[in-house]
């Protein structure tokens, strides 16, 4: 089956610092990435849309300069929180989705990462 | 706009009980329906899914019929585990290309 990982699973970092979250589709090519936030206790909230090799196409409400979004290749994007503060503190979990053809319709999950911000 | 509505949890069972989890959408067009699992501390797992009016999806013992007619995709099991305990999501892929998901349903199953 379709396989993506994120790295780290966790992270503690300092207010005001910023961190980077990979995610990757190991066993597939993933023209496009899915980046969510889920609070304790709640639902997924759609951050962003990215295609590779194109600008990501962020949510209503979601500041772009915040969290910024790289899908350099078909394999990895990447989320970066810039400037840290305690309310970032969440689990961030992101999705892949392959070229038509392979399940064109359904997006595959990574197990997530939890950042706490001091 | 498009949304999907599931039942509040927690749902609380004893071992070997019927479970259903009742979700209902609002969509236009003919959305794709899914469920999806969260374990403690893990991503989401796709549990089963339908793609059109009348399909059922079934994995590991857990069902769901697509019905057009009431705009639901209730989630069954006709005997749960420990091990199903999770947080269960519904969600619909609609015509926007995003995956719409209800507010998650938690199951605590005990022996």
């Known amino acids: 089956g379709a396989v993506v990982s994120q790295h780290p699973s966790w992270v503690i970092c300092k207010s005001g610092t910023s961190v980077k979250i990979e995610c990757r589709s190991l066993?597939?090519?993933?023209?496009?990435m899915f980046w969510y936030r889920q609070f304790p206790k709640q639902s997924l909230m759609l951050m962003a849309t990215s295609n590779e090799g194109s600008k990501a196409t962020y949510e209503q409400g979601v500041e772009k300069d915040k969290f910024l979004i790289n899908h350099a290749s078909l394999t990895l994007s990447t989320l970066t929180v810039t400037s840290a503060h305690p309310e970032d503190s969440s689990f961030y979990i992101c999705?892949?989705?392959?070229?038509?053809?392979?399940?064109?319709?359904?997006?595959?999950f990574g197990p997530g990462t939890r950042l706490t911000v001091l | 706009g498009n949304s999907v509505t599931q039942m509040e949890g927690p749902v609380t069972l004893s071992e070997e009980a019927f479970l259903t989890i009742n979700c209902t959408y609002t969509?236009?067009?003919?959305?794709?329906l899914f469920w999806y699992v969260q374990y403690p501390g893990e991503g989401l797992q796709l549990l089963l899914k339908?793609?059109?009016?009348?399909d059922k999806g079934s994995n590991k013992g857990f069902e769901a019929t697509y019905r057009k007619e009431t705009t639901s995709f209730h989630l069954e099991k006709g005997s749960v585990q420990v091990s199903d305990s999770a947080v269960y999501f519904c969600?619909?892929?609609?015509?926007?290309?995003?995956?719409?998901f209800g507010t998650g349903t938690r199951l605590q199953v005990f022996p």
């Open positions: 969509a236009t067009g003919y959305p794709s």
């Open positions: 999705s892949a989705r392959g070229a038509r053809g392979r399940s064109y319709n359904e997006q595959f």
């Open positions: 066993d597939f090519q993933a023209t496009t």
């Open positions: 969600a619909l892929y609609d015509n926007t290309d995003k995956l719409i």
């Open positions: 339908a793609t059109k009016a009348d």
